[in-house]
């Protein structure tokens, strides 16, 4: 890929954002892939999420050929983000401890290519096999707040705050917002700021002083927005809330994202360790999506499997727009 892969995802959310569609207000039905059957999470999710597939089973070459299908000819692959994490070494080779005394570590980002099921031919469905018990949308959001372990919730004011000072989170009555879900949309948001509290996550655009309009301040209501999707879309009430997707605003993420290409990927990184802190789910690894992908093959490997399959070629190494 002869383009930076940071340019090429962050190209594909200005596209998008162009043609009015905002990516982290788009919902998506637990895309997920076809062989673990484990959700794509962070960046992924609204990589894969935001595309205009039907199916949310996705896999990789390697996966298609195990499975006994094949990618269709001339279909085009869409990156998967990942990441490598190696350990920081001085001139002689020594490790370099932190000031936990553990080894010091550094990410490097990867992709592989992943594919839709409906770009596959020969390869079915999973089977849907019904939950014994189903919680509706409301229900399960309301969960998700009683149950997060982040701090107190007032329901006071006309104004929805995350106030760091305080440590708390003041939120009008539920009956003043136009619907349920825009309540829940808005509380989320202001949870997911709460994560970054110094206690917690201790994000410097919570814990630090923060100029309105700056860096820091769009970066960290990106946080807030993303994770409150993320949370929004757990619960399966984010296509039900009404967003602002006027000319300034979405102008204004355009510009942010040309000035800084990599702005998505760490704020998608830092907004699915605030999801799972307030669900309560294990954090082992700092960044979103920090191991390879099962199945991943790597380019030489797709090249001769595609060799060995009569009419099959090699995918295309680009993203898919």
């Not at 692959?77 to 005394?101: C, H, Q, W």
């Not at 998608?268 to 789910?281: K, N, P, V």
């Not at 199945?295 to 399959?309: S, V």
Request: glycine share 8%.
């Amino acid at each position: 890929m002869s383009k930076d892969i940071y340019e090429i995802i962050t190209a594909r959310f200005i596209d998008q954002l162009k043609r009015g569609t905002v990516p982290w207000q788009k919902p998506w039905a637990g895309v997920q892939n076809i062989v673990s059957k484990k959700p794509y999470r962070g960046i992924n999710s609204l990589i894969l999420g935001g595309s205009d597939f039907q199916s949310p089973y996705w896999l990789t070459f390697k996966q298609a050929h195990d499975l006994d299908g094949k990618v269709k000819k001339g279909e085009k692959a869409t990156p998967v983000i990942y990441y490598k994490l190696f350990e920081k070494r001085d001139d002689y080779g020594n490790m370099i401890l932190g000031s936990n005394g553990r080894p010091t570590r550094i990410p490097f980002i990867r992709w592989s290519n992943a594919f839709n099921l409906d770009q596959t031919e020969g390869i079915e469905a999973p089977a849907q096999t019904p939950t014994q018990e189903v919680i509706q949308p409301l229900d399960k959001a309301a969960k998700i707040v009683s149950e997060a372990k982040t701090c107190p919730i007032y329901h006071t004011g006309f104004a929805a705050v995350y106030s760091p000072t305080e440590d708390v989170i003041r939120m009008p009555a539920q009956k003043t917002f136009r619907s349920p879900e825009s309540y829940y949309q808005t509380l989320f948001h202001e949870m997911t700021h709460s994560t970054g509290h110094a206690s917690r996550l201790d994000r410097e655009g919570v814990t630090l002083p923060i100029k309105f309009g700056s860096e820091r301040y769009s970066k960290e209501e990106l946080i807030a927005e993303l994770g409150a999707s993320f949370l929004s879309n757990e619960a399966g009430i984010l296509n039900q809330v009404q967003f602002d997707n006027s000319a300034a605003y979405l102008g204004s993420w355009i510009e942010k994202f040309q000035n800084d290409p990599r702005m998505i990927f760490t704020t998608s990184s830092q907004a699915q360790r605030s999801t799972d802190l307030i669900l309560g789910i294990e954090q082992k690894e700092s960044l979103g999506e920090s191991q390879s992908p099962a199945g991943l093959a790597t380019p030489k490997e797709e090249r001769a499997l595609a060799q060995k399959i009569p009419g099959q070629t090699p995918p295309t190494r680009g993203i898919h727009l």
